[in-house]
Every structure is written in structure tokens, then in C-alpha cells.
T-cell receptor, first 115, second 109 residues
Framework: ETGVTQTPRHLVMGMTNKKSLKCEQH?????MYWYKQSAKKPLELMFVYNFKEQTENNSVPSRFSPECPNSSHLFLHLHTLQPEDSALYLCASSPGTSGAYNEQFFGPGTRLTVL | GQNIDQPTEMTATEGAIVQINCTYQTSGFNGLFWYQQHAGEAPTFLSYNVLDGLEEKGRFSSFLSRSKGYSYLLLKELQMKDSASYLCAVVDSNYQLIWGAGTKLIIKP
């Protein structure tokens, strides 16, 4: 595997379910990100991990819970989601978090639908 | 507040040239990225500008004017495969990427 991978690619869940999204990067990068992408809206940064430490949490509801066990893996745990949480969830990684090191490499995303 | 403005949609003809503009108001500036995103796919890196001027990379060029808070992406010799969304993102003083909503480019034969 190369680059950034995400599983699953598609997920349909009910509002009472618990599920997890997985991201893995094979680039040796130090920073990893979770983004939410909704139609015709800017990418919304949800969480940033730099050297496995969470550095940003942009007021994301507690029904989204990130986990970063090491610098190559990132999870997003989901529970009691709402229909408005339906979106494309993108994982990205970058060599660092300053200047050109901020160049982010994205995974293919998980298309989430909440019923 | 922080703001990135791009046109929502543009249409151009195969073989022609198109310029996609991006204006920004951010707290500080540490560089500007352009990404391409095909429908249903992940964004991919196109360019990074941190100094004023034009950077050319094949059929794609990116220009930056920091004093005007302005950038553009220039696509030459358009091909059908260039139909995609083009995202502008600025690195602010906290080294966070602030994203525009993207410009959907439609190429017609």
C-alpha cells in the first residue's frame, strides 16, 4: 500500500449505531488530519494530530471521537450521529505543519450516510 | 474572520486557457496551496506559493500577490480530464490551512 488509505469507502449507519473510520498513511509523515467535506462548502478541519498529539479540535461535537495510536494510524469513532453529519470524511497527512511542510496528502475518503 | 473567495463554477472550451481566481483575508499568511479534486476522489496537490510572482509547472501556473491578497491558477491547453474542482487554501499565522469552497471547472468539447 502506498499513500493514504481509508476504510471503509462507504458507510451507512443509523443514528444509534457506533462505527469507526480508519486511516493509515505510508508516507512517514508526522501530522494527520480529519476533514469533513459537504457539498459546495469548504473543507472543514475537524482534528489535527502532530507527532501523535492532538493540536486542534475545531469545536467538533463529542459524538465524533478521534484516536491516534501512532503516527501512521488515525481513527474517527462515531456514535449517535445526526442526519446532518452525512458527508465525505477525508483523512490527510503532511510531513509537518509549517509552510510547505503543510502540503497535505489525502486519502480517498469515506462517504458516510446517517439515516 | 478568515475568508477565502473563489468563483463557484466556471466553464471553458477544450484547448483554451482559463484563469481561476482566489482572494483571501486571513490572520497572517504562510503560503497558499492549490489542489485539484475530481468528482468522488481525494484532493491532489497542484502548487504552493509563498513569494509573489508566477510559478509555472507544465500546463498549470499559479500566481500570488500578497499585498492584494490574491492568487490565480492558470490552466492552458485545456483537456477534458481537467474537468474538476479546484481548491484554494491559505496557511494562516497559526499554520492552519484555511480552505475555499472550490471552483468547479467544466470543460466543453
Amino acid at each position: 500500500e502506498t499513500g493514504v488509505t481509508q476504510t471503509p469507502r462507504h458507510l451507512v449507519m443509523g443514528m444509534t449505531n457506533k462505527k469507526s473510520l480508519k486511516c493509515e498513511q505510508h508516507l512517514g509523515h508526522n501530522a494527520m488530519y480529519w476533514y469533513k467535506q459537504s457539498a459546495k462548502k469548504p473543507l472543514e478541519l475537524m482534528f489535527v494530530y502532530n507527532f501523535k498529539e492532538q493540536t486542534e479540535n475545531n469545536s467538533v461535537p463529542s459524538r465524533f471521537s478521534p484516536e491516534c495510536p501512532n503516527s501512521s494510524h488515525l481513527f474517527l469513532h462515531l456514535h449517535t450521529l445526526q442526519p446532518e453529519d452525512s458527508a465525505l470524511y477525508l483523512c490527510a497527512s503532511s510531513p509537518g505543519t509549517s509552510g510547505a511542510y503543510n502540503e497535505q496528502f489525502f486519502g480517498p475518503g469515506t462517504r458516510l450516510t446517517v439515516l | 474572520g478568515q475568508n477565502i473567495d473563489q468563483p463557484t463554477e466556471m466553464t471553458a472550451t477544450e484547448g483554451a486557457i482559463v484563469q481561476i481566481n482566489c482572494t483571501y483575508q486571513t490572520s497572517g499568511f504562510n503560503g497558499l496551496f492549490w489542489y485539484q479534486q475530481h468528482a468522488g476522489e481525494a484532493p491532489t496537490f497542484l502548487s504552493y506559493n509563498v513569494l509573489d510572482g508566477l510559478e509555472e509547472k507544465g500546463r498549470f501556473s499559479s500566481f500570488l500577490s500578497r499585498s492584494k491578497g490574491y492568487s490565480y491558477l492558470l490552466l492552458k491547453e485545456l483537456q477534458m480530464k481537467d474537468s474538476a474542482s479546484y481548491l484554494c487554501a491559505v496557511v494562516d499565522s497559526n499554520y492552519q490551512l484555511i480552505w475555499g469552497a472550490g471552483t468547479k471547472l467544466i470543460i466543453k468539447p
